[in-house]
């Protein structure tokens, strides 16, 4: 394995080669973060990290696209309330306020 920045060292642990941070990665600019990232994700071929950021990628897109069921319904139930309190105020009003 090659080096690709003076500021990582590559070692072996249980033949499995994984990455050491020496300094933190906010001293590098954005392609040489890039390259880095993508060279620990080549070298970390456990079976079970790549089902876990699987997982993990599955579960982030559920919380940012689909809200759970039981809070669309409480939204639903929200809103029919708020809809028909508007309703028996403007009724209200029309009793006050008579429409010429």
Request: glycine letters at 0%; hydrophobic letters at 35%; one cysteine or more.
């Amino acid at each position: 394995m090659k080096m690709i920045c003076p500021t990582m060292t590559f070692t072996s642990l249980n033949k499995k080669k994984t990455v050491r941070k020496k300094k933190s990665l906010m001293l590098l600019n954005q392609n040489e973060k890039k390259s880095i990232i993508m060279a620990v994700n080549q070298t970390t071929t456990s079976k079970q990290s790549q089902m876990k950021s699987v997982l993990w990628r599955r579960r982030e897109k559920k919380a940012v696209y689909k809200p759970s069921r039981r809070k669309q319904k409480s939204t639903r139930v929200k809103e029919s309330l708020t809809m028909a309190q508007n309703k028996v105020m403007a009724l209200h009003l029309f009793d006050h306020y008579p429409v010429s």
